[in-house]
């Protein structure tokens, strides 16, 4: 019903930069907020940035100064600028919606869904 494709991952030496997009697809009405979590290999998936339909934000102390998330609410698409990547920044990058309400059966509204991921490789 919902569907989250991500793009933008990629190999990057430290301190450089790449730019993640998702973009949910459906007949969408609303997304609570838009995110994007990590998983590194051998670790638990951890939040990395979120941001609501009124543009809040919250993120990761590991990120705050380096990352940045936006959203454009009209394409139902999230961004993270990553910047002065770090190799422990590798990870699978998912984006997640939260709280959807979309389609014609109400059972399914308030919804998460996640996307494939994305991995994101920073070397040394």
């Known amino acids: 019903q919902v569907q989250l494709v991500e793009s933008g991952g990629g190999l990057v030496q430290a301190g450089g930069s790449l730019r993640l997009s998702c973009a949910a697809s459906?007949?969408?009405?609303?997304?609570?907020?838009m995110g994007w979590y990590r998983q590194a290999p051998g670790k638990q998936r951890e939040l990395v940035a979120a941001?609501?339909?009124?543009?809040?934000?919250n993120y990761a102390d590991s990120v705050k100064g380096r990352f940045t998330i936006s959203r454009d609410n009209a394409k139902n698409t999230v961004y993270l600028q990553m910047n002065s990547l770090k190799p422990e920044d590798t990870a699978v990058y998912y984006c997640?919606?939260?709280?959807?309400?979309?389609?014609?059966?109400?059972?399914?509204?308030?919804?998460?869904?996640w996307g494939k991921g994305t991995l994101v490789t920073v070397s040394s």
């Open positions: 459906g007949t969408i009405f609303s997304i609570n907020a």
């Open positions: 997640n919606a939260d709280r959807v309400v979309a389609g014609f059966d109400p059972s399914l509204y308030g919804m998460d869904y």
């Open positions: 941001v609501t339909s009124v543009g809040s934000t």
